[in-house]
């Protein structure tokens, strides 16, 4: 992780370095102004020494010319930097000048005198949403280079136009591609259907029942946001969620979460054995993805499972490790 510490005192850009060093973090690079951090980071020209990938930046309040909180603005106003956690250093206590840090897109703060346990704690937390962010950020990239592979730009192709979700093979696509992706990492499947739903739409007709589909892939779509997971449709309604890098317990409560939010949006249906209202099983499976093989074992399992599951309308969510 390389840290970007802006301070117009050499004395306090010291202090700052030497503590982030002593507790492991060596790519440590400082700048005197917020136009020398302008250019390490590339801003209003190349970049003027070797300090590409900048994951953070500790930016003091208080500089001649401009100050913090107007630097923090312009490097906020890059795209490339709209993930960027800036943290800024103030001996200010003053709170408008700390909500106008805010405003211009800062991410944390602390003060000075700097506390080391401070400097450390927030930089660690920091880091990790940094982490996330670039972690959601490949995700997305990932998935359009297996849109770009199909050599096909025809939005009907991939979105269902009823729920807004992928179409499954697109879904089960972006599994497979995680063998390359994410060899050996644990991915989760997690395979929903809507409970006795053939009865449903025999009783209530085909327009009603996709409605309800509609309705509860509004759910599936937030749920998945959270997460960074790919959800996707079949076309007899069952519904899959792909979630890379998810372990077995984290899958399992993803699970029990999606099913409570579904229930939790009262769909009346007179033909659920369990309740009043819509609910939908769950079935999670998750396992290590090495090779196409055993993306095809993982969704068969999770497919397979919440079919036998939905015969019954258990309304519950079934976990299942490899």
């Given at each position: 992780m390389r840290i970007l510490i802006v301070d117009d005192d050499e004395y306090g850009r010291e202090i700052v370095e030497a503590m982030l060093v002593s507790?492991?973090?060596?790519?440590?690079?400082?700048?005197?102004?917020?136009?020398?951090?302008?250019?390490?980071?590339?801003?209003?020209?190349?970049?003027?020494?070797?300090?590409?990938?900048?994951?953070?930046?500790?930016?003091?309040?208080?500089?001649?010319?401009?100050d913090g909180i107007e630097a923090c603005a312009r490097i906020r106003s890059e795209p490339r930097y709209s993930g960027?956690?800036?943290?800024?250093?103030?001996?200010?206590?003053?709170?408008?000048?700390l909500a106008n840090a805010f405003v211009a897109g800062a991410t944390d703060y602390i003060s000075k005198p700097v506390n080391r346990v401070e400097l450390l704690a927030r930089v660690r937390s920091a880091l990790r949403l940094k982490a996330e962010f670039d972690r959601r950020e490949a995700r997305e990239l990932e998935l359009l280079q297996v849109m770009a592979?199909?050599?096909?730009?025809?939005?009907?192709?991939?979105?269902?136009?009823?729920?807004?979700?992928?179409?499954?093979?697109l879904a089960e696509a972006y599994l497979i591609a995680q063998a390359d992706l994410c060899p050996a990492s644990d991915t989760a499947v997690i395979a929903l259907t809507i409970d006795r739903l053939d009865a449903y739409r025999s009783m209530q007709g085909d327009r009603v029942a996709d409605g309800i589909i509609a309705q509860v892939a509004v759910a599936i779509r937030a749920s998945a946001a959270t997460v960074g997971a790919v959800a996707g449709k079949y076309e007899d309604g069952m519904m899959v969620l792909i979630a890379p890098e998810m372990n077995a317990r984290s899958a399992s409560e993803f699970g029990e979460s999606l099913r409570a939010s579904i229930s939790g949006l009262r769909i009346r249906n007179r033909e659920s054995v369990v309740a009043d209202h819509i609910t939908v099983s769950i079935s999670v499976v998750t396992g290590k993805i090495?090779?196409?093989?055993?993306?095809?074992?993982?969704?068969?399992r999770a497919v397979t499972a919440v079919r036998q599951q939905a015969k019954v309308g258990s309304n519950r969510v079934t976990p299942e490790m490899e």
């Amino acid at each position: 992780m390389r840290i970007l510490i802006v301070d117009d005192d050499e004395y306090g850009r010291e202090i700052v370095e030497a503590m982030l060093v002593s507790a492991g973090y060596e790519s440590v690079v400082t700048a005197a102004s917020a136009n020398e951090a302008f250019g390490c980071l590339g801003i209003d020209g190349p970049l003027t020494r070797d300090t590409s990938g900048i994951d953070l930046v500790l930016l003091d309040v208080i500089m001649p010319d401009i100050d913090g909180i107007e630097a923090c603005a312009r490097i906020r106003s890059e795209p490339r930097y709209s993930g960027l956690p800036i943290i800024m250093v103030t001996s200010l206590a003053d709170a408008d000048n700390l909500a106008n840090a805010f405003v211009a897109g800062a991410t944390d703060y602390i003060s000075k005198p700097v506390n080391r346990v401070e400097l450390l704690a927030r930089v660690r937390s920091a880091l990790r949403l940094k982490a996330e962010f670039d972690r959601r950020e490949a995700r997305e990239l990932e998935l359009l280079q297996v849109m770009a592979k199909t050599r096909d730009d025809r939005p009907s192709k991939w979105i269902d136009d009823a729920t807004g979700l992928f179409r499954g093979a697109l879904a089960e696509a972006y599994l497979i591609a995680q063998a390359d992706l994410c060899p050996a990492s644990d991915t989760a499947v997690i395979a929903l259907t809507i409970d006795r739903l053939d009865a449903y739409r025999s009783m209530q007709g085909d327009r009603v029942a996709d409605g309800i589909i509609a309705q509860v892939a509004v759910a599936i779509r937030a749920s998945a946001a959270t997460v960074g997971a790919v959800a996707g449709k079949y076309e007899d309604g069952m519904m899959v969620l792909i979630a890379p890098e998810m372990n077995a317990r984290s899958a399992s409560e993803f699970g029990e979460s999606l099913r409570a939010s579904i229930s939790g949006l009262r769909i009346r249906n007179r033909e659920s054995v369990v309740a009043d209202h819509i609910t939908v099983s769950i079935s999670v499976v998750t396992g290590k993805i090495r090779r196409g093989k055993d993306c095809v074992h993982l969704l068969t399992r999770a497919v397979t499972a919440v079919r036998q599951q939905a015969k019954v309308g258990s309304n519950r969510v079934t976990p299942e490790m490899e």
